[in-house]
C-alpha cells in the first residue's frame, strides 16, 4: 500500500506492506502446488541492514535526479524547465515547507536531518530502525488465524489522510490540525492559514491512474501460482463492514437541490413572491431562450 501523507498532513510517501513469513518454492509438490518455507528467524539486525540498502539506493537515486542535495546545508536544486506548480507544492511539503503564495519558504514544522555520511541505524523500538531520515519498521505480526485483526490492520492501511475530527478552525480562517501523537519537541498541532491547507490537501493527491494497492510475487494479480495458493473464497468479495454494499438511492437528486448545497442558491423558491418555483422545461436554444424570458416578462440580457 502506497500512502502519500504524514500525520501533519505532510507529503511523505511510504510503503505499509503486508508479506508473508516466508516464500513460496518453485519446486511443487504432488498436487502442484508450491511448497511454502517458513521463516521465523529475522532479527533487529536484519531490519538494520535492509534499511541501510534503502536509504543508501533511495538517497543516490534522488540525487541523480536532481531532486536532493546532495549536503545539509547545500541550496536545493534548481527546478528544470519541465517542473509545475504542483511538482513545488510536493516538493516543498516533503521537506516540510510552504511552498506558495506569502510564507513560501518557510517550515510548516521542524524537519530531521538528511545527513548521509557517519550515520548508524539506532533502535527505535522491536524490529526498528531510523536512519538519515528513512525509516523501517517490522514489529507488527498476525497470525494465520487471527483473521479479525488481520482485517483490522488492513483498515488501517486504507485509513484517510486527516481524521475530521483532528481538525478545528481559529477565528481569523486558519486551519488546526491536532497530532495524532505529540511530537519530541513539544509540538501537538499544526496550524495553515486557508491557502496552505488546500496546498497541502493537493500534494499529497495521487497521480492520476497510478495503482495505490500494488501486489508482488506470486500474490500478484498476473502470477501463474496464484489461484494455487490463495485461497478459492480469498477471491470472492468479502462480507465485512469494510466493504459494505452502498444502499440504493430511490430517486436523483435535483439541480436545484444541487445547488443549493453548493452554492446557497434555492432555485425552488421565487426571489420575487416567495412561492413554490414548478419545472417547467429545459430551454437551450438562444432563441428560445429570448422568447421563453420575453413572454414572461423578464429582461433577456442579465443586469
Not at 513460496?24 to 502442484?32: A, H, L, Q, R, V
Not at 543516490?60 to 542535495?69: D, N, V
Not at 519558504?105 to 526498528?128: D, I, N
Not at 445547488?259 to 430551454?283: A, E, Y
Amino acid at each position: 500500500m502506497v500512502q502519500r501523507f504524514g500525520g501533519a498532513l505532510n507529503a511523505n510517501i511510504h510503503f505499509h506492506t503486508l508479506c508473508l513469513d516466508g516464500v513460496y518454492f518453485s519446486k511443487k509438490d504432488e498436487s502442484g502446488t508450491p511448497i511454502f518455507i517458513p521463516h521465523y528467524s529475522q532479527s533487529h539486525e536484519d531490519v538494520e541492514k535492509v534499511l541501510k540498502i534503502i536509504q543508501k539506493r533511495m538517497v543516490r537515486h534522488l540525487i541523480k535526479r536532481g531532486l536532493l542535495s546532495k549536503y545539509e546545508n547545500d541550496p536545493i536544486p534548481d527546478q528544470n524547465e519541465e517542473a509545475t506548480l504542483l511538482d513545488e507544492l510536493i516538493g516543498s511539503s516533503i521537506l516540510g515547507k510552504i511552498g506558495s503564495g506569502e510564507n513560501k519558504g518557510k517550515k510548516v514544522r521542524r524537519v530531521g536531518s538528511f545527513g548521509y555520511e557517519g550515520e548508524h541505524a539506532f533502535k527505535s523500538g522491536p524490529m526498528g530502525a531510523t536512519l538519515a531520515g528513512f525509516s523501517l519498521h517490522a514489529a507488527t505480526c498476525v497470525r494465520a488465524e487471527d483473521q479479525e485483526r488481520l482485517e483490522t490492520l488492513c483498515k488501517y492501511l486504507l485509513r484517510p489522510p486527516v481524521s475530521e475530527s483532528r481538525l478545528s478552525r481559529f477565528q481569523n480562517g486558519d486551519v488546526g490540525l491536532k497530532l495524532k501523537t505529540e511530537w519530541s519537541d513539544g509540538t501537538y498541532a499544526v496550524r495553515f492559514s486557508p491557502h496552505e491547507f488546500i496546498e497541502k490537501l493537493i500534494a499529497i493527491i495521487p497521480p492520476p491512474r497510478i495503482h495505490q494497492v500494488r501486489f508482488h510475487g506470486v500474490l500478484a494479480p498476473s502470477a501463474s501460482d496464484r489461484k494455487k495458493v490463495v485461497p478459492a473464497n480469498a477471491e470472492k468479495p468479502v462480507q465485512s463492514e469494510l466493504f459494505e454494499t452502498p444502499k440504493p438511492r430511490h430517486r436523483k437528486t435535483s439541480w436545484a437541490e444541487l445547488l443549493k448545497r453548493t452554492f446557497k442558491i434555492d432555485m425552488s423558491v421565487c426571489i420575487i413572491c416567495g412561492g413554490v418555483v414548478k419545472f417547467q422545461k429545459v430551454v437551450l436554444k438562444k432563441a428560445e431562450i429570448l422568447e421563453t424570458l420575453t413572454a414572461a416578462g423578464l429582461s433577456p440580457t442579465p443586469e
